[in-house]
């Protein structure tokens, strides 16, 4: 029996598993899908918000105020790239002006540092290509960007390494409340936890229900995404909002810490849990709404699109409860719930720590984790000692991207371990680039099958069945 089970392996769940493995506990954490990060974490617009926009006392704002202020030493030990760019939310009337203003109230009693209106003049120093139409805008220097999936992989990557143990393609089927704890059931598999953390996402209320727990809802909220190239980077340093609408922060435009900018996201609510299609009127909506925000925006430059799903609970604030003895929800966490999310551990492990279960620190916890892009980012003199140790890192696979094969092997080896060509992308940035795997693909595919002792045709792009190859051409031509 597990001391702890965590359902849902995205951003929340693993810093909840990641903090839990400090301590001597046997702890699990269980997935659907075929790999971490594969929901809302994998598709979100990758910002630490300062923590202005919440409602002032609640778990949003505290949490997120919080979370910010842990996220600079969190991504320094997990050796995620990490960037303090600020932010500006920009107005183009006196209406605009006025809710910047209800912004700035509310920014301050949430704590947020150093937040501020500036004009025109001066917005024109710190954002050379915004908008001459905007007036004024708040700005918020303690706003900043992080890569989400990455944050997530080496969270989980760390847990494990402190001995937390990951189960996926485990889709739960029901829960039954056992004395001492529960027995979590998927088709074919079962396990035994003292207590269990939802952390499913946008199919928590799913899973609370399973214990009988109806007192929430959750539905998701599509959020439509574009990605620039790298040469388009530089367009602006600092995420730039539109003043917020009932239905979230608009159409932003945001420099990522690999150096593309970000686009989006729409906001259209829906039913279809997995309806994640893009749309046109999506994309003719963003390129519009973040041309307004900019004098200079090449909307052609785009290299890809995606869409993200955002758990929205029924309570308008994060769900963090427990109905039953030993369950735990944390749902509804939607933005800010990336910048939330050490927070929410810290508050998750209180939580239970107050329900009973001791707490021991270990003593061999190691909290660090060599960064997934070490070699990118090393010196000449470092790369060349990497490649005297392994030859594997002199080849380079993806030649956008300079992803080099030693990474990609990496990648497939390091807890937790890439399985599928989405996996390797997400930890290497391999297919990444302006040919999103053309070159690369086949490469990375014969790499994957010989690393998993598996046919090549077994190789998929994303799991469950999303196969890429069924055989060689030259056979099929015979």
Do not use: W
């Not at 920009?90 to 150093?114: A, S, W």
């Not at 200079?296 to 785009?302: D, R, S, V």
């Not at 990444?432 to 994957?448: K, T």
């Amino acid at each position: 029996m597990y001391d702890v089970l965590i359902i849902g392996a995205g951003v929340t769940g693993a810093m909840i598993a990641r903090k839990l493995s400090a301590y001597e506990l046997k702890v699990c954490i269980i997935e659907k899908e075929s790999d971490v990060a594969m929901g809302a974490t994998k598709a979100n617009s990758a910002i630490v918000h300062a923590g202005f926009d919440a409602k002032e006392g609640s778990l949003k704002a505290r949490l997120n105020v919080r979370g910010s202020e842990l996220m600079p030493q969190v991504t320094k030990e997990l050796g995620v790239k990490y960037k303090r760019n600020g932010s500006l939310v920009v107005g183009f009337n006196d209406e605009d002006r006025k809710n910047l203003e209800e912004l700035l109230e509310r920014g301050i009693k949430n704590g947020v540092k150093d937040l501020r209106i500036v004009e025109a003049e001066e917005l024109s120093k710190i954002e050379p290509n915004l908008s001459e139409n905007i007036v004024c805008a708040l700005y918020a220097p303690t706003g900043a960007i992080v890569c989400p999936y990455e944050l997530t992989v080496a969270a989980i990557g760390n847990a494990m390494d402190n001995g937390t143990e990951l189960m996926l393609d485990f889709e739960v089927t029901s829960i039954e409340k056992i004395n001492g704890g529960f027995i979590v059931k998927s088709a074919d598999k079962e396990v035994e936890a003292r207590y269990v953390i939802n952390a499913a996402g946008i199919f928590s209320d799913s899973v609370a229900s399973m214990i009988g727990d109806d007192s929430f809802s959750v539905h998701p909220r599509r959020g439509e995404y574009m990605l620039l190239d790298k040469e388009c980077g530089n367009l602006c340093s600092a995420t730039v909002f539109r003043t917020p609408s009932k239905l979230g922060k608009g159409i932003l435009v945001s420099p990522t810490v690999d150096g593309n900018l970000l686009l989006g996201p729409t906001s259209v609510d829906m039913e279809d849990k997995g309806d994640k299609s893009t749309t046109q009127a999506g994309f003719d909506k963003i390129i519009k709404e973040a041309s307004e925000n900019l004098k200079f925006l090449p909307g052609g430059k785009a290299i890809t699109s995606f869409c993200g799903l955002r758990a929205v609970g029924s309570t308008g604030d994060f769900i963090i409860t427990s109905p039953k003895d030993g369950f735990i929800n944390v749902a509804g966490i939607e933005s800010p719930g990336l910048s939330a999310s050490p927070a929410i551990a810290e508050y998750v492990s209180k939580m239970i720590e107050d329900s009973g279960l001791e707490l021991v620190a270990k003593k061999d916890y190691n909290p660090i984790r060599q960064a997934m892009h070490a070699f990118r980012e090393a010196s000449i003199e470092e790369k060349n000692e990497y490649i005297k140790k392994d030859p594997s890192y002199g080849k380079i696979v993806c030649r956008c991207e300079g992803v080099t094969e030693g990474e990609i092997l990496s990648a497939i080896r390091t807890n937790p371990k890439a399985r599928d060509l989405d996996g390797v992308k997400r930890r290497t940035r391999a297919q990444m680039g302006r040919c999103q795997g053309g070159f690369c693909g086949p490469a990375i595919v014969e790499l994957i099958a010989r690393e998993m002792n598996i046919d090549y045709t077994d190789v998929t792009k994303c799991g469950k069945g999303s196969y890429i190859n069924t055989g060689k051409t030259k056979e099929a031509a015979q």
